[in-house]
T-cell receptor, first 111, second 114 residues
Framework: QKEVEQNSGPLSVPEGAIASLNCTYS??????FFWYRQYSGKSPELIMS????GDKEDGRFTAQLNKASQYVSLLIRDSQPSDSATYLC???????????FGAGTTVTVRA | NAGVTQTPKFRILKIGQSMTLQCTQD?????MYWYRQDPGMGLKLIYY???????DKGEVPNGYNVSRSTTEDFPLRLELAAPSQTSVYFC?????????????FGPGTRLTVT
């Protein structure tokens, strides 16, 4: 079983809609969770960090964490063409400085 | 504040050649990492360092070496390039934020071995 799994893409959503990305992880000791956005040909950019159960909102982005079910999700509200990218989920253990990454979900926002 | 910088941006190597990928960060981060990313795949950790003089292997260290003589620099060395090392290489650094470590990435080096 992979440590971090993301829903397979690509995900195509119309402009203005909500894009929903899911990520599950295998290690129950995982404590902090990250979403990175990666445009084609560019490096990953950190967009959300979350380590407590519940929701965390930042602009049009909402991260949701459920440690009991071992999943973390990212919602992109009012999707824009500029949101078209690959989104990487990353997980680490308590006070562990290494991250485990999922393979990514590619999102395309169509005008 | 330049963040994490990497050189070169692109490189083509012949099989058996050697090269060093450079990585520098100006954020005074203790932790630094090297990843490779193959098409359609996530990031695989090659090596990491928790401070000057301390390095350790990640998931895929074979064929690579690292050193960390200063806090700022973390070069990655390929000794005998092989086609399997064709990939995009990212360097990252992180700091402790009180509850977790956030990693920040450099722009990457696209390497082709032919």
């Amino acid at each position: 079983q992979k440590e971090v799994e993301q829903n397979s893409g690509p995900l195509s959503v119309p402009e203005g809609a909500i894009a929903s990305l899911n990520c599950t992880y295998s290690d129950r000791g995982s404590q902090s969770f990250f979403w990175y956005r990666q445009y084609s040909g560019k490096s990953p950019e950190l967009i959300m960090s979350i380590y407590s159960n519940g929701d965390k909102e930042d602009g049009r982005f909402t991260a949701q964490l459920n440690k009991a079910s071992q999943y973390v999700s990212l919602l992109i509200r009012d999707s824009q063409p500029s949101d078209s990218a690959t989104y990487l989920c990353a997980v680490n253990l308590a006070e562990d400085y290494k991250l485990s990454f999922g393979a990514g979900t590619t999102v395309t926002v169509r005008a | 504040n330049a963040g994490v910088t990497q050189t070169p941006k692109f490189r083509i190597l012949k099989i058996g050649q050697s090269m060093t990928l450079q990585c520098t960060q100006d954020m005074n981060h203790n932790y630094m990492y090297w990843y490779r990313q193959d098409p359609g795949m996530g990031l695989k950790l090659i090596y990491y360092s928790v401070g000057a003089g301390i390095t350790d292997k990640g998931e895929v260290p074979n064929g690579y070496n690292v050193s960390r003589s200063t806090t700022e620099d973390f070069p990655l060395r390929l000794e005998l390039a092989a086609p399997s090392q064709t990939s995009v290489y990212f360097c990252a650094s992180s700091s402790y934020r009180g509850a977790y470590y956030e990693q920040y990435f450099g722009p990457g080096t696209r390497l082709t071995v032919t």
